[in-house]
């Protein structure tokens, strides 16, 4: 099979487009013939070698986790899926393999895609999605009626984030650029924080801030943020807390809990899901160059078949 391949660790540039190899599948796992994948800083730190001591991986390594597509075959003890499903999920760091044209990976960690969803919205949800409920609700524990702060508003876990927190009943403040407004408002944000042009430490104190950005944006925040309070940070593992105030990192694990509610809130009309860019298989590198730019708005994807 086609798929994105890492032979040396380093950026975008190291990656080739290459034949592969399927792995054997196991009786509890299925093989999906992917159809998109969810591009996700994580695989750029993984690519870089980055995360080696967490997530060790070995080479060649196809990269990506977020994934949605056609169940093509089950193993015998498999018995909620059938060839034909279309389905979801997330593969585990270490395994990686989205970025190709096929994947086996444990039939629990699939999710069915109601028709309603396309391949595309269904592969930008498992880590964005899944990484700003625990953000804000295990980590932020958020509860109705609270100011949450969020960078990044609308970018991937951001425009997720925005419109959990408004669901949850907050009062959500974003931060975004200009042209970036209108879409983080239809989102659920009650306020936006041009992040070019507006200090966003006049806007008084919150109760919680999700930060997915860390040096100088986290290290601002700590300001605005009351007695009590918490910061929710995806990038500054080493947080600690600060004057009476909480600071701490969220570890991402497993994105299969959080799946059900996506597809719930997603039918009922309550999830909005913001495509920034669809690149080819072949353009594996330019898709992660365009994420490490950091101005992604919502998802980058790899649409793995023409």
């Not at 509860?143 to 970018?155: D, E, F, P, S």
């Amino acid at each position: 099979m086609k798929a994105a391949l890492v032979t040396t660790f380093g950026g975008p540039d190291v990656i080739s487009i290459g034949e592969t190899a399927l792995r054997d599948m196991q009786p509890d796992e299925a093989t999906v013939r992917i159809e998109a994948a969810g591009v996700n800083p994580l695989d750029l730190k993984i690519v870089a070698g980055y995360m080696q001591q967490v997530f060790p991986i070995t080479l060649p390594y196809i990269p990506g986790n977020d994934f949605s597509g056609v169940v093509e075959a089950v193993g015998a003890q498999v018995t909620h899926l059938q060839p034909g499903d279309r389905v979801f999920g997330r593969s585990k760091p270490g395994a990686g393999g989205a970025f190709g044209q096929r994947l086996v990976i444990a039939a629990t960690d699939l999710c069915a895609i109601p028709p309603e969803m396309s391949f595309e919205q269904a592969a930008s949800l498992p880590t964005a999605f899944g990484t700003a409920r625990q953000a804000l609700f295990d980590s932020g524990r958020l509860r109705r009626g609270q100011r949450v702060l969020i960078h990044a508003a609308a970018g991937g876990v951001g425009s997720m984030a925005v419109q959990q927190a408004h669901l949850a009943g907050a009062y959500v403040i974003g931060t975004a650029s200009a042209g970036n407004a209108d879409l983080v408002k239809s989102l659920g944000a009650d306020e936006v924080i041009d992040y070019r042009t507006q200090d966003f430490r006049q806007l008084g104190v919150v109760d919680l801030v999700l930060d997915p950005i860390g040096g100088e944006t986290l290290e601002k925040s700590w300001s605005v943020l009351r007695e009590g309070g918490r910061i929710v940070t995806l990038v500054e593992f080493g947080i600690e807390p600060r004057n009476g105030r909480i600071g701490e990192a969220v570890f991402f694990a497993s994105a299969t809990p959080s799946l059900p509610e996506a597809v719930r809130q997603f039918k009922a009309g309550q999830l909005q899901i913001v495509t920034d860019s669809i690149f080819p298989l072949e353009d594996t590198r330019a898709a992660l160059e365009k994420l490490a730019t950091g101005h992604a708005r919502g998802k980058v994807l790899i649409r793995t078949r023409n």
